[in-house]
């Protein structure tokens, strides 16, 4: 392709994920928040399982956030997990060419949400730019997504 014949830009989003656990294991939560910087619409989404570990509704929030796109985005994915974005920048390449075994030669812990990921990411279209959030630190969109995850964890520690 020449430099005349760029690809088509895509539509730029911002997603702020947050996974949460009361115990861990326990009642679990994630979220995430979509922003539409062209539009200024934004999508807060959060949801809970009754028995998970944090590093669960971690991978779940960006699983389910990257599922809400409907189509091919330029994602600036902003996480304050470093299990999620080192998992995603450093590990993953080396888990499938050990057939998801760690370096120690263990099975990868949540395999299948490393899996769902991979395919989301590698699959979807998007071209992602992953950023580290220190949690609890003041970052509006963190924060807020930490909320919406602890609201989680309280929807799935309610009887259905």
């Known amino acids: 392709m020449s430099e005349a ?43 809970g399982e009754a028995n998970s570990t944090n590093n ?4 779940m929030a960006v699983i389910m956030a990257l599922q809400a796109l409907k189509r091919p985005c330029d994602v600036m994915l902003h996480v304050d997990s ?3 974005l080192k998992g995603m920048t450093e590990w993953l390449q080396g888990w499938k ?6 370096a120690g030669k263990q099975p990868v812990k949540n395999v299948d949400l490393w899996q769902e990921l991979d395919a ?31 609201q989680g964890v309280l929807s799935a520690q309610r009887p259905r």
């Open 5 to 47: 014949e760029s690809p088509a830009p895509l539509p730029f989003v911002q997603l702020y994920t947050d996974g949460a656990c009361s115990g861990n294991p326990g009642p679990g939560g994630w979220a995430y928040i979509l922003k539409h910087p062209a539009s200024g619409k934004v999508v807060e989404v959060s949801g």
């Open 56 to 59: 669960r509704m971690e991978l």
């Open 82 to 84: 470093q299990y999620v």
């Open 97 to 102: 060419a050990k057939g998801w075994r760690t």
């Open 120 to 150: 989301l990411v590698n699959g979807a279209g998007h071209r992602i730019e992953w950023h580290w959030v220190r949690g609890h630190n003041g970052d509006p969109g963190n924060e807020r997504a930490d909320e919406l995850a602890n």
